[in-house]
T-cell receptor, first 111, second 116 residues
């Protein structure tokens, strides 16, 4: 079974402060991890995925298989980063399997 | 810039009425997903299709919900009869799923449903 846990429903930081959104997963095989972002009343969009190892909008996330985590980090938060963030997992063994989403973390960056 | 489209964007209806939501996946995508988003439950997968065939609809209340893909360019989600607890935002997403390739899903703008 696949499971994704985002322990914080709400996270509030000040502009310029570092931010870390936590994501832990449970999966017996080889996982593929994603972060999706949803700005206010907009559609979800892919922020980044671990296989591409990119930094998008200053965000990075490293897959830690030992800790089964995929935390999202940004060294200096901006007000425009305020949004809902979803961590998601897909199992690579099954071609085109469904994504399992975490509960989401609402990030608010205060001025 | 290809995008998933959904209609209607907003729907207000009365309890007991039928609701039909439509989704046009990105041309060429072979997988379509229906999600429901609420404050309490977050994102829940309701059903998904591969090459128009239903693969998993275990997330859907079977007695009132039904999902179909009449053709490759249209996916529908119906609720009959609707209930106030069905009020939520319903998202459609599509993806091109290939073996061992990335499983990125592209989301539509959602249908905001309010059942009075």
């Amino acid at each position: 079974a696949q499971r994704v846990t985002q322990p914080e429903k709400l996270l509030s930081v000040f502009k310029g402060a570092p931010v870390e959104l936590k994501c832990n997963y449970s999966y017996s095989g080889s996982p593929e991890l994603f972060w999706y972002v949803q700005y206010s009343r907009q559609r979800l969009q892919l922020l980044l995925r671990h296989i591409s190892r990119e930094s998008i909008k200053g965000f990075t996330a490293d897959l830690n298989k030992g800790e089964t985590s995929f935390h999202l980090k940004k060294p200096f938060a901006q007000e425009e980063d305020s949004a809902m963030y979803y961590c998601a997992l897909s199992g690579r063994e099954t071609s085109g399997s469904r994504l399992t989403f975490g509960e989401g973390t609402q990030l608010t960056v205060n001025p | 810039d290809a995008r998933v489209t959904q209609t209607p964007r907003h729907k207000v209806t009365e309890m007991g009425q039928e609701v039909t939501m439509r989704c046009q996946p990105i041309l060429g995508h072979n997988t379509v997903f229906w999600y429901r988003q609420t404050m309490m439950q977050g994102l829940e997968l309701l059903a998904y299709f591969r090459n128009r065939a239903p693969l998993d609809d275990s997330g859907m209340p079977k007695d009132r919900f039904s999902a179909e893909m009449p053709d490759a360019t249209l996916a529908t989600l119906k609720i009959q009869p609707s209930e106030p607890r069905d009020s939520a935002v319903y998202f459609c997403a599509s993806g091109l799923v290939l073996s061992r390739e990335g499983n990125e899903q592209f989301f539509g703008p959602g249908t905001r449903l309010t059942v009075l």
